[in-house]
């Protein structure tokens, strides 16, 4: 089946420490989304990518990094600058084309900072 | 800029009855799209469906139903005979160039 997967779902990490979420898709879109989520609040724009190798930041880049050396794959680095880390990370991807398209969703990956 | 506003938090509706969640935008661009996406409690998003803003017609998808009021800047989501599973967050989105800005959601519980 065609889809996005990230993992894990659950993710504890102590304060300080760098942590790595994956994002995978087999759907062929180009284009791959990075969001966070805070209880109660909509998803806020981490990092996006349009071409490997190539990506941009978003509202609330601060903190975080990523990398696109794969069109499948858009891994999601929380480093220790990011100062309030604990939230709902969803990935997305799409195909290009403007206004029209959907964005699917991964099944998001609850990162909690101990 | 573009900007989402949902101004419902929560609603309670009936088991049966039809509910209108609210969504009025903002944006400069003259071609955008709009969107409506479930969540429930798992956490996946889920898209129910799509508005562009030249579409002559309001969007329908089953017994979702976009009323779209382009000079009132409103994409209002319409869910008719509300079931159980409706019990979500719904988020309202606009799409001006290759990003997507949401909304802060609308929490919709079904009363059986």
């Known amino acids: 089946d065609g889809g996005i997967t990230q993992s894990p779902k659950y993710l504890f990490r102590k304060e300080g420490q760098n942590v790595t979420l994956s994002c995978e898709q087999n759907l062929n879109h180009d284009a791959m989304y990075w969001y966070r989520q805070d209880p109660g609040q909509g998803l806020r724009l981490i990092y996006y990518s349009q071409i490997v190798n190539d990506f941009q930041k978003g509202d609330i880049a601060e903190g975080y990094s990523v990398s696109r050396e794969k069109k499948e794959s858009f891994p999601l680095t929380v480093t220790s600058a990011q100062k309030n880390p604990t939230a709902f990370y969803l990935c997305a991807s799409s195909i290009l084309g403007g206004t029209v398209v959907e964005q699917f969703f991964g099944p998001g990956t609850r990162l909690t900072v101990l | 800029a573009q900007k989402i506003t949902q101004t419902q938090p929560g609603m309670f509706v009936q088991e049966k009855e039809a509910v209108t969640l609210d969504c009025t935008y903002d944006?400069?661009?003259?071609?955008?799209?709009l969107f409506w996406y479930k969540q429930p409690s798992s956490g996946e998003m889920i898209f129910l469906i799509y508005q562009g803003s030249y579409d002559q017609q309001n969007a329908t998808e089953g017994r979702y139903s976009l009323n779209f009021q382009k000079a009132r800047k409103s994409a209002n989501l319409v869910i008719s005979a509300s079931q159980l599973g409706d019990s979500a967050m719904y988020f309202c989105?606009?799409?001006?160039?290759?990003?997507?800005?949401f909304g802060t959601g609308t929490r919709l519980t079904i009363i059986p």
């Open positions: 989105a606009m799409r001006g160039n290759e990003k997507l800005t």
């Open positions: 944006t400069s661009d003259p071609s955008y799209g």
